[in-house]
């Protein structure tokens, strides 16, 4: 059986999404085989990360720098304000390479069942920075589960006063995606959200 070292390696590892615990002892076993060729660097990668990412006070993206490379960045368009969930929403968006404006992050989703209200979430940061004449749309870019269109409701109905464009992204049959392997909700989006050709 493994050390009590080894043994806390794999549990940490185990807590990270996606590894579970077999997974876990494998991934020890591959970083402590190649110790200084991975698990050293990576050490020292940790170290780095926990001492110098911290959030944007702007958007909330992680970054070394604050205001973030996003906000700081003169060339993206600040009239556009996209709203995402989580980092991992922001990120996903940039490897479009599509969407020049910027971005807010509201931490999460109101959520009744998980006891998470307006107060628990990034709101009041966004309605101070949605001010007109600078800002003059926002995306609302939530998942479309029941919480994320609770949420996006919510940020509505609190920006509706400011007289700013509130658009979302679209939901329906995604590029490349056959009729006959979608869900009904997605077809069901798909129809509803239709327009002319």
Do not use: F
Not at 164 to 171: P, W
């Amino acid at each position: 059986m493994a050390g009590d070292d080894i043994e806390r390696l794999i549990n940490y590892l185990s807590k990270l999404p996606g590894l579970g615990p077999r997974s876990a002892r494998r991934a020890a076993l591959y970083l402590l085989k190649r110790r200084e060729a991975l698990l050293v660097p990576m050490l020292k990668a940790l170290e780095s990360a926990a001492e110098s990412i911290k959030p944007c006070g702007s958007c909330g993206n992680l970054d070394s720098q604050d205001p973030c490379a996003i906000c700081a960045n003169p060339e993206r368009d600040g009239s556009v304000i996209c709203v995402v969930e989580e980092v991992a929403d922001l990120w996903a968006l940039e490897r479009t390479l599509s969407y020049k404006g910027r971005y807010h992050i509201l931490g999460g989703l109101l959520s009744a069942l998980d006891g998470v209200g307006p107060e628990d979430l990034n709101i009041a940061a966004l309605l101070a920075r949605a001010e007109p004449p600078e800002v003059t749309e926002i995306i609302l870019a939530m998942s479309a589960t029941v919480d994320g269109q609770t949420t996006a409701h919510y940020v509505t109905d609190r920006l509706q006063d400011l007289g700013v464009s509130i658009t979302r992204l679209a939901h329906g049959v995604p590029v490349g995606g056959e009729l006959d392997y979608l869900d009904d909700g997605t077809l069901s989006a798909a129809l509803k959200a239709r327009r002319p050709l």
